[in-house]
């Protein structure tokens, strides 16, 4: 199944840094022909220089105009995989901000619809999508009532989509707690006391890797029988 992978066209929205990054450095290993977008530019301008074999292209999501230009000129391709994030909409919900919360819809929700809309006409309908979520829908821990609703609200349209797009796939990979600059909004000492805590409650007894998330969207992407699924990819966490 990898070696189909030689040679396709993939877009990786939000594909600058994190799992996003991870994905891509492992598909140009694969002999695949990558293109990533994000909206900020100095990273962008940083991935010119560190991977030359990667195309990087400035793209904000949530521009339904820049999107329909970009995916216009990219023309016919194989593979879209979507791992926008956002950090708004976490915290208890007695005290949780309404407007950080539709800030986080804005962030993820709409930017992850928008983009398969805009792509849809060109993508191949051998092909597939795959976005990446977040398993606070699963894991119903305290504080997290925000990121679920965000999250959830993706995994739950995944098997219709499946139905409305038929033949072209799309999965969603839904992964735990990873070490990505997501968790950048924390100080490093809290980060790791925030990590520690985390551990105790993952039975394989660590934070995950971006580079594991990596191999399971691959995999993903990679098996055409896998269709209309949400994947988990959180070491247990429950």
Known sequence: MIKDLQNQKIVIAGGTSGIGLATAKMLVEL??????????PKKIEALHVSDPNLSAIAIDSNDRDQLTTFFSKFGSFDHLIITLSGAKGAG??????????????????????????????????????????????????????????????????????????QPLRINAISPGVIDTPWWNFLSENDKQETFHQFSKQIPIGRIGMAEEVAQAIVGVVANNYFNGSVILCHGGLS
């Open 31 to 40: 002999s695949a022909d990558v293109t990533v977008t994000g909206r900020d």
């Open 92 to 165: 208890a919900f007695p005290e949780l901000s309404l407007d950080d919360l539709r800030e986080g819809f804005e962030n993820k929700f709409w930017p992850y619809l928008q983009t398969i809309q805009t792509a849809v006409p060109f993508l191949k309908k051998t092909g597939s999508i795959t976005i990446l979520t977040a398993s606070s829908t699963a894991a119903r821990l305290p504080g997290t009532a925000g990121l679920a609703a965000i999250n959830g609200a993706l995994e739950i349209m995944v098997p219709i989509l499946a139905k409305d797009l």
